[in-house]
T-cell receptor, first 115, second 113 residues
Framework: AQTVTQSQPEMSVQEAETVTLSCTYDTSENNYYLFWYKQPPSRQMILVIRQEAYKQQNATENRFSVNFQKAAKSFSLKISDSQLGDTAMYFCACNSGGSNYKLTFGKGTLLTVNP | GAGVSQSPSNKVTEKGKDVELRCDPISGHTALYWYRQRLGQGLEFLIYFQGNSAPDKSGLPSDRFSAERTGESVSTLTIQRTQQEDSAVYLC???????????FGPGTRLTVL
């Protein structure tokens, strides 16, 4: 079984600044994948970034990067140069082949970017 | 190419009625998942289909919930005798083959009065 914990229900940041969203997880699998999804008010789940657990290098996608600490089972998301369009719920998720790749989600962090 | 589509976008029903929700996955994706998202919560896994294998139904909350999928195409999620606690957004996702990431549809918001 897998669990994902997001300890920050809400966060806010000023436009153009940097913000970090926290996520910790637990899994008994050796090979697994970690994801951050964004859900704006339209409710469409959008993949922001993925990390394969066997890769030591932190994933980056433009303004989005992760800090993957495998031993600590931590997977935080850093958003640089925050934009108004980044306002959304952010969900951390984990899956693995041992569980048919079904995603286990955290409860989410509501991020508000202020002008 | 087309993404995952779901219909209807919104569904309002009366307690006790049956509802059917539809999902069209991305063409070529053999794996399909249904999730439920209650208000202000994360997503809960409901059921998983992989090709012609037996589905993983371990997340279905009660026997009022069922789902079908024919081959690698459309899936339908049926909720019988709906209850108010079934009110939620129901999201469907299909899984790619390269990075095992899931692509989500826009969801169906179900409201049971």
């Amino acid at each position: 079984a897998q669990t994902v914990t997001q300890s920050q229900p809400e966060m806010s940041v000023q436009e153009a600044e940097t913000v970090t969203l926290s996520c910790t997880y637990d899994t008994s699998e050796n090979n697994y994948y970690l994801f951050w999804y964004k859900q704006p008010p339209s409710r469409q789940m959008i993949l922001v970034i993925r990390q394969e657990a066997y890769k030591q290098q932190n994933a980056t996608e433009n303004r989005f990067s992760v800090n993957f600490q495998k031993a600590a089972k931590s997977f935080s998301l850093k958003i640089s140069d925050s934009q108004l369009g980044d306002t959304a719920m952010y969900f951390c998720a984990c899956n693995s082949g041992g569980s048919n790749y079904k995603l286990t989600f955290g409860k989410g962090t509501l991020l508000t970017v202020n002008p | 190419g087309a993404g995952v589509s779901q219909s209807p976008s919104n569904k309002v029903t009366e307690k006790g009625k049956d509802v059917e929700l539809r999902c069209d996955p991305i063409s070529g994706h053999t794996a399909l998942y249904w999730y439920r998202q209650r208000l202000g919560q994360g997503l809960e896994f409901l059921i998983y289909f992989q090709g012609n294998s037996a589905p993983d139904k371990s997340g279905l909350p009660s026997d009022r919930f069922s789902a079908e999928r024919t081959g690698e195409s459309v899936s339908t999620l049926t909720i019988q005798r709906t209850q108010q606690e079934d009110s939620a957004v129901y999201l469907c996702a299909s899984r790619g083959t390269v990075y095992n990431e899931q692509f989500f549809g826009p969801g169906t918001r179900l409201t049971v009065l």
